[in-house]
């Protein structure tokens, strides 16, 4: 079956704690993307990656690290998490056109 | 930065009745799409159209995008209660030069009524 898959699903962490969101998808897609999702303020985009070893910053990318090391793996790291990171995280994936969407991690920062 | 923005923020029917979401945009476009996300769960793709077409259906929804206006409108027709969902539209912007980048819009809530 076709699918992104995100690991964790939930996560409480404190403050500074490093913490990584796995991000793994099925498709033989070049793109991937991660996305934060607040009430209110839509979809907006950390980081994408073009291809393996190419990634970019999107529109909200302070305080998030990304790698792509392999076409089907694109982990989201917060190497210091602040709890204006609280968030709902969602992976995704995309030949051009359609994106495909993982199931979303909720991320809590006390 | 947002791109798409729906009108309405929030609309709510009685099940049976049609809904209509509205997009607006701000630059030319090689797409527009439209996702669906059901609360707290990943968006799903529901339907694409390119700037060169004004119309495109898919089972029971329809899609209209006017160019000359920017915007584009979702028409869910004979509602169902499964249809409650928020509903997003997303448009890529020439100046990428691709359509993997994709601009989002804040969704209207759409709340069917047994």
């Known amino acids: 079956e076709a699918q992104v898959t995100q690991n964790p699903r939930y996560l409480i962490t404190v403050t500074g704690k490093k913490l990584t969101v796995t991000c793994s998808q099925n498709?033989?897609?070049?793109?991937m993307s991660w996305y934060r999702q607040d009430p209110g303020l839509g979809l907006r985009q950390i980081y994408y990656?073009?291809?393996?070893?190419?990634?970019d910053k999107g529109d909200v990318p302070e305080g998030y690290k990304v790698s792509r090391k392999e076409k089907r793996n694109f982990p989201l790291i917060l190497e210091s998490p602040s709890p204006n990171q609280t968030s709902l995280y969602f992976c995704?994936?995309?030949?051009?056109?359609?994106?495909?969407f993982g199931p979303g991690t909720r991320l809590t920062v006390t | 930065s947002q791109q798409g923005e729906e009108d309405p923020q929030a609309l709510s029917i009685q099940e049976g009745e049609n809904a209509t979401m509205n997009c607006s945009y701000k630059t030319s476009i090689n797409n527009l799409q439209w996702y669906r996300q059901n609360s707290g769960r990943g968006l799903v793709h529901l339907i694409l159209i390119r700037s060169n077409e004004r119309e495109k259906h898919s089972g029971r929804l329809r899609v209209t995008l006017d160019t000359s206006k920017k915007s584009s409108s979702l028409l869910i027709t004979a509602s169902r209660a499964a249809d409650t969902a928020s509903y997003f539209c997303a448009t890529d912007g020439l100046r990428w030069g691709s359509n993997y980048q994709l601009i989002w819009g804040a969704g209207t809530k759409l709340i069917i009524k047994p």
């Open positions: 995704a994936s995309s030949r051009g056109g359609e994106q495909y």
């Open positions: 498709m033989n897609h070049e793109y």
């Open positions: 990656s073009m291809n393996v070893e190419v990634t």
